[in-house]
């Protein structure tokens, strides 16, 4: 069973940069996921802001980023760290949420980064807070 571990929350200033990163506990290789990162503030609905493919060795894996953060959040993998991490930019505050991300057994995108049907596991997510 797959245990996903989120990283990289704080509070951050409007215009600041942050990094979160999901990561397998043990420190296995996420490769054969598709990732998706979600948030959710309360009282909002969960929202997908990112999603990367299954990662077939080629690196021409898909990545789709949601309309509401393209242009401030990049999705990518560090194979390195075997992470998939987040890189988000020009912080806004109604970016404060809990990021989390998910993982789905050989998941690719076409349109959309998915739901609860598409994924397997789930991670307890990081803090994110954008505050002067």
């Known amino acids: 069973q797959v245990q996903l571990v989120e990283s990289g929350g704080g509070l951050v200033q409007p215009g600041g940069s942050l990094k979160v990163s999901c990561a397998e506990a043990?420190?296995?290789?996420?490769?054969?996921?598709?990732i998706g990162w979600f948030r959710q503030a309360p009282g909002r609905e969960r929202e997908a802001v990112a999603c990367?493919?299954?990662?077939?060795?080629?690196?021409?894996?898909?990545?789709l980023v949601a309309d509401s953060v393209k242009g401030r959040f990049t999705i990518y993998r560090d194979n390195a760290e075997s992470t998939v991490n987040l890189q988000i930019d020009n912080l806004r505050p109604e970016d404060t949420a809990n990021y989390f991300c998910?993982?789905?057994?050989?998941?690719?995108?076409?349109?959309?980064?998915?739901?609860?049907?598409?994924?397997?596991?789930w991670g307890q997510g990081t803090q994110v807070t954008v505050s002067s």
């Open positions: 998910a993982a789905g057994g050989g998941l690719d995108y076409d349109v959309g980064c998915g739901g609860d049907t598409e994924y397997d596991f």
């Open positions: 043990s420190g296995r290789s996420l490769d054969g996921y598709g």
């Open positions: 990367i493919g299954t990662n077939y060795g080629d690196g021409d894996e898909e990545t």
